[in-house]
């Protein structure tokens, strides 16, 4: 499996980005796609995730309502639509895949489903 984000940049606070994340490789039907961040000098955190077939999707508080996860099964490729953004939300972004040999059970909300990573995409919102 490989995955291969992209869309990260330089904004201002309130601006938007999309980050999107292209993905090869899985050949399970149950799948999870996530999106972690990383602030210099904090500890990694989930952003989102959306799992298929199901669709089902969490979101981090803090970016509740501003951030929209989806993906475009036919084109391989997730994104994380990123709204009203703030200073707070600058990080290293990365997405990841996890893979299920059955139906999802359990929320994938921690790291340790994940065990497929790609780069970092670094997003700086400017105050």
């Known amino acids: 499996v490989q995955l291969q984000a992209s869309g990260g940049g330089l904004v201002q606070a309130g601006g938007s980005l999309r980050l999107s994340c292209g993905i090869s490789g899985i050949l399970f039907n149950n799948y999870a796609i996530a999106w972690f961040r990383q602030a210099p000098g904090k500890e990694r955190e989930m952003v989102s995730y959306i799992t298929r077939p199901s669709g089902s999707t969490y979101y981090l508080d803090s970016v509740k309502g501003r951030f929209t996860v989806s993906s475009d099964n036919a084109k391989n490729i997730a994104y994380l639509q990123m709204s009203r953004l703030k200073s707070e939300d600058t990080a290293v972004y990365y997405c990841?895949?996890?893979?299920?040999?059955?139906?999802?059970?359990?929320?994938?909300?921690?790291?340790?489903?994940?065990?497929?990573w790609g780069q970092g995409t670094l997003v700086t919102v400017s105050s």
């Open positions: 990841a895949a996890a893979t299920f040999a059955g139906e999802i059970v359990s929320p994938p909300t921690g790291s340790f489903y994940y065990d497929y």
